[in-house]
């Protein structure tokens, strides 16, 4: 018997998502890659955006004033989440593995989260504290 793949390439991750196993560290793996993939594209999208400074100082400087925007701010500030939340998942993750962590993995998990929420709502405040308090 020979192994044909499903060529519903929708319906299949759909169902692999909905039969994910829901543990919180199961969990934490999936959003872990998809954070990473999120931030390789911001990689990309940081170096296109660096390369107007070729263009020249005005030019660079218009486009900063493009990315000081509400609606940049906003993905700044999902970056930001992002990156919180790969950074730390990531230390647990070497914790679990390099050290005697496994038995800690759900509080170290939970963790995470407390210290990644907290950080993206200072972060939250330090972006829009302009836009918030501005007198107008």
Avoid: C
């Avoid at 519903?8 to 993939?37: D, F, Q």
Wanted: aromatic fraction near 14%; charge should be positive.
């Amino acid at each position: 018997m020979s192994y044909t793949p499903n060529r519903e390439p929708v319906g299949a991750w759909t169902r692999i998502i909905l039969a994910y196993k829901r543990h919180s560290g199961s969990w934490a793996y999936l959003l872990h890659r998809i954070t990473g993939i999120g931030l390789t594209v911001y990689l990309f999208v940081h170096i296109w955006a660096l390369s107007s400074l070729t263009k020249g100082h005005a030019a660079f400087a218009e486009e900063m004033k493009t990315f000081s925007t509400m609606p940049f701010k906003i993905l700044e500030w999902g970056l930001g989440t992002l990156v919180m939340f790969h950074a730390f998942n990531g230390i647990r993750i070497a914790v679990v593995d390099l050290g005697n962590g496994a038995r800690y993995q759900k509080k170290l998990l939970a963790a995470v989260y407390v210290v990644g929420i907290s950080l993206v709502l200072l972060m939250f405040f330090l972006i829009f504290q302009n836009d918030l308090f501005a007198s107008k």
